[in-house]
Nanobody, 124 residues
Framework: QVQLVESGGGLVQPGDSLRLSCAASESSLRDYGVAWFRQAPGKEREFVAT???????HYGDSVKGRFTISRDRVKATVFLQMDLVKPEDTAIYYC??????????????????WGQGTQVTVSS
């Protein structure tokens, strides 16, 4: 069982930067694709970004060009660098690990392991 722990959330102002971390309980995370999803109150869980086991990356349209996903294989940690944040980025951010096929990388049901989430609030 892979355990994931997110950290790095907080309150920031529009235009600021923030880096989220997703630490895994074991180095086997390298065999998984890891994704970030987010969920705002009253909304469905939204795909943010993923880095696959091959290290290829994909982004949701709303964050493309502002967010960057990366991984440290030695430390079994995946990062989400959030730049130029906007109020609409406010949500609970979850990391998830799984082995979805390419056409399903945006589907949360394809990820077996989830963290507990970290709150990100963007407000002036």
């Amino acid at each position: 069982q892979v355990q994931l722990v997110e950290s790095g959330g907080g309150l920031v102002q529009p235009g600021d930067s923030l880096r989220l971390s997703c630490a895994a309980s074991e180095s086997s995370l390298r065999d998984y694709g890891v994704a970030w999803f987010r969920q705002a109150p009253g909304k469905e869980r939204e795909f943010v970004a993923t880095i696959r086991a091959t290290s290829t990356t994909h982004y949701g349209d709303s964050v493309k060009g502002r967010f960057t996903i990366s991984r440290d294989r030695v430390k079994a940690t995946v990062f989400l660098q959030m730049d130029l944040v906007k109020p609409e980025d406010t949500a609970i951010y979850y990391c998830a690990a799984g082995r979805p096929i390419l056409s399903e990388i945006r589907n949360p049901l394809m990820y077996r392991h989830w963290g507990q989430g970290t709150q990100v609030t963007v407000s002036s």
